[in-house]
């Protein structure tokens, strides 16, 4: 059977339609008559159903399949008479001059099957004694038609500190009016299960705004539920647009999540304090930082296990993070890894009141190369120390990176207390902080130990000072340092003693252990340019026969450990009352070794 896309051929063939039969179903009255005429051009093109079931083209039967019935309801009466026409004929006649309500049934000639129906646009018509002019809006009688969408939303990419555009579509009602918008969101590609906007920023209009300042996720997926209502009875239908995403293509900051086991989940931030106390749940996150205010005091709460990665964003580059209060500028709790990597700087300031990192029991700091804690002031008091970081029974392992310019009564660089755990490889770097204590016997402007642990297997110590002693590491009350590599060079005690190492600490528990290494160029005033013992234990011992124990160079050798001042006792070592000593530097002259007050000659197998 021949079928058509150009619907407008019905439209015109029902204007030219020649009348077949009238049928009147009441006796004719002598009064008054007028001619009328079907005009189906306020029809839309589309509002023809389509022939078949399931087909959602708007393609209508030729007009020669197809038999019009105009059926006039007289108002205030039962009169009702109907007029048929084949496709083909003129859809005209007369009719009493009256007023009627005017509906159409469109079947096939071939079978009389129904196919759509019509009714009058102004209804009810007033015939008069003229010509009338009916318009018929011809439908569908299973339902109103869908709207048809001729502009999707469309998917778009943004800064999160951007404002996004309007998403907008454009329908068209074929058979009515469309009568309600209403947008959604979802977190999947689905225009199914989402969450209803309401009226906020346009969602109940064709155009809305989203706010991606509340993203929870780098992607928002958005569609919008269209309705038409059909005219001739208030019938309503609605149709779904496609989905269109839009995307966090940048942030200041960007925290990637991956739960134990689960997949990678990725969420943008304004700034880093914001991101970093959202991080509660266990698993893996990577905090990739674009830039950032200056952040507030950082705690982890929870108890759930956490790795925490910072790394700027790129990763090329460069990445500095200050605080805006004053205390312990992150604390790293129990359960809870940070590293920062490459480009990570955490910038302290003046007049602070704690460490820019402090570690607490079971919580574990990583520093890689290129990373950086620098510039911070400490000006705690009752022994609280540490400028860079802090480690209290936490443990704090530095693969790289720099601790420097940073300033406090003890431990400038880093104060290691209460059981915790220093460790120091390749190429990290302590230099040119300050341990500005004037108390006698305290001091450590690289590294404080305090009932702790250092394990120093390369590296390097240079440049720092105290006030008073210890300008390299300062062991106190039963720590044990070993040192398998590094140097400890350029540090300085200004007041007193141990230019690069100082042992002031329990005789039977505090170790300074040297299985390489080497302890040079480091100055003190009073004693011991490289090492001062006042009390713990000292030993060289070398971790295999065929390698050196390490090196604490004398007055006579490249770049010297000297005691600067009138007296000069001991310019490697200088052992006081109440310290043990066993095997000890390469030096030959007696000055460089000086022994409870007195100048020591080296004992056999002092070369290692």
């Known amino acids: 059977m021949k079928r058509t896309r150009n619907t407008f051929a ?24 007028g001619t009328f005429t079907i005009n189906l051009g306020g029809t839309s093109r589309a509002a023809f159903p389509p022939k078949e079931d399931g087909n959602t083209d708007p393609l209508a039967p030729s ?62 018509i007033t015939i008069t004694s003229g010509t009338n002019e009916i318009e018929v809006l011809v439908y569908n009688p299973a339902g109103a038609l869908p709207p048809v969408i001729h502009i999707q939303p469309k998917s778009a990419g943004y800064d999160f500190e951007a404002t996004a555009a309007a998403l907008t579509v454009e329908a068209e009602s074929l058979d009515g009016t469309i009568t309600g918008y209403q947008w959604y969101s979802n977190t999947t590609n689905s225009n199914t299960g989402g969450n209803s906007l309401g009226t906020a920023s346009g969602a109940d209009t064709a155009s809305f705004t989203p706010d991606i300042f509340i993203y929870t996720a780098m992607s928002m997926y958005y569609y919008v ?45 304004l700034n880093l304090g914001t991101a970093l106390t959202s991080i509660t749940e266990a698993g893996d996150y990577t905090v990739r930082i674009r830039e950032t205010p200056p952040v507030p005091l ?58 820019v990192v402090l570690v607490n029991s079971g919580g574990e700091l990583v520093m890689m190369n290129g ?33 420097s310019e940073n300033t406090a009564a003890e431990g400038g ?18 230099t040119k902080n300050i341990a500005s204590s004037s108390s006698p016997g305290v001091g450590g402007g690289g590294v404080r130990l305090t009932g702790a642990i250092f394990n120093m297997h390369g590296g390097e110590i ?119 000593f066993r095997r000890n530097t390469t030096v030959t002259e007696t000055q460089n070794l000086y022994w409870d007050g007195t100048a020591a000659t080296p004992p056999e197998n002092w070369v290692d």
């Open 225 to 269: 539920e269209i309705t038409n209502t059909r005219t001739s009875d208030g019938q309503t239908k609605t149709v779904t647009s496609n989905t269109a995403q839009i995307s966090i293509v940048s942030a200041p900051v960007i925290v990637e999540y991956t739960p134990s086991g689960g997949t990678m989940t990725a969420r943008p931030f």
């Open 462 to 580: 240079t440049n720092n000072e105290a006030n008073i002693s210890a300008g390299g590491v300062s062991l106190r009350s039963s720590s044990t340092f070993t040192m398998h590599n590094g140097l400890i060079s350029g540090n300085e005690a200004i007041g007193d003693v141990g230019g690069g190492v100082y042992l002031n600490g329990n005789s039977a528990n505090t170790f300074f252990i040297m299985h390489g290494g080497e302890i040079s160029g480091n100055k003190a005033p009073t004693a011991g340019g490289g090492l001062s013992m006042s009390e713990g234990n000292f030993r060289k011992e070398p971790d295999s026969p065929s390698v050196t124990s390490g090196i604490i160079t004398g007055s006579n050798g490249p770049n010297p450990n000297s005691v600067v001042g009138s007296v000069e006792r001991g310019h490697a070592v200088y052992v006081s009352t109440g310290a043990t």
């Open 63 to 124: 007009e020669a399949e197809l038999r019009f019935e105009v059926i006039f309801t007289e108002v205030g009466s039962s009169t009702v008479r109907s007029f048929s026409f084949n496709g083909g004929q003129n859809a005209s006649g007369r009719i009493a001059v009256g007023t009627y309500v005017v509906t159409m049934n469109i079947r096939f000639i071939a079978g009389n099957t129904p196919y759509a129906q019509g009714v009058a646009v102004n209804n009810p």
């Open 413 to 430: 660089g880093v104060s290691v207390e209460s059981s915790g755990t220093f460790n120091m490889w390749n190429d990290a770097l302590i």
């Open 371 to 403: 990373s950086k804690i620098i510039g911070n002031t400490n000006g705690a008091t009752g022994g609280i120390g540490g400028g860079g970081v802090r480690v209290m029974g936490g443990t704090f392992n530095m693969e790289g990176g720099e601790i």
């Open 298 to 355: 950082i705690t982890f709460t929870g108890a759930a296990i956490r790795n925490i990665t910072l790394r700027p964003e790129p990763t090329t580059s460069q990445v500095t993070v200050e605080f805006s209060a004053n205390g312990n500028l992150i604390t790293v709790p129990s359960d809870v890894k940070l590293t920062l990597e490459r480009g990570i700087t955490l910038q302290g300031h003046t007049g602070n009141t704690g460490p």
């Open 10 to 33: 019905i439209l015109t063939a029902l204007l030219a339609l020649m009348l077949l039969s009238t049928c009147d179903h009441t006796k004719d009255g002598q009064g008054e008559t």
